[in-house]
């Protein structure tokens, strides 16, 4: 059985997805409800990154980050567009630089926040279901909004892995071609 290799650049997620995929794959207790048994795909996170600033994102993904709506020491905050934006350059860069099967990234700022992720052949983009305001929201509804968001990419990732992309619009995602 092939290794499923899976790097993440992760911002508003903490780095909570790369832990749930590993935690998955090594048979650990983990907190996500995955349709599948760990079996069935062998699944490998070979680098799992928190990046929330904007040097992260230059230095260690390698590539200038669009402008955001403001920085607040160095963290980057995006407007949904934004976000939509850079989800898309996090999850290409972080596929290119570790070479794995697939890229992972989510950012949030002021909006639903984005999540993108890869392989060579497609893009699943797509957003949580809690909005949220980075710079003027309370704590909870942010957490809310995170944990919307690990839940939300890890349904990505098992549509992508098993093949099953033909109800994904339904669940709000998009499905790009390469």
């Known amino acids: 059985m092939m290794i499923i290799k899976i790097a993440t650049a992760e911002c508003f997620t903490h780095g909570l997805v790369a832990r749930e995929i590993h935690a998955f794959s090594q048979g650990y207790p983990k907190t996500y409800n995955w349709n599948f048994d760990p079996g069935e ?47 898309i350059l996090m999850a290409k860069a972080v596929k290119k630089i570790t070479r794995a099967h697939i890229g992972i990234a989510t950012t949030a ?34 957490i809310k909004r995170q944990k919307s968001g690990i839940k939300k990419t890890l349904y990505m990732l ?15 995602i998009k499905k790009i071609n390469f």
């Open 158 to 172: 098992e549509c992508l892995i098993k093949n099953s992309l033909d109800d994904i619009e339904s669940k709000g």
């Open 109 to 142: 700022g002021i909006g639903k926040g984005s999540i993108a992720i890869c392989n060579d052949k497609m893009l699943l983009l797509s957003s949580t279901e809690i909005y949220a305001d980075l710079k003027n929201s309370k704590p909870s509804l942010i």
């Open 41 to 87: 795909f062998n699944l490998s996170i070979i680098a799992g990154m928190f990046i929330p600033t904007l040097n992260g994102v230059k230095y260690v993904l390698k590539f200038d980050p669009i402008t955001p709506v403001e920085t607040i020491n160095n963290i980057k905050v995006y407007d949904q567009e934004g976000d939509i934006q850079m989800a």
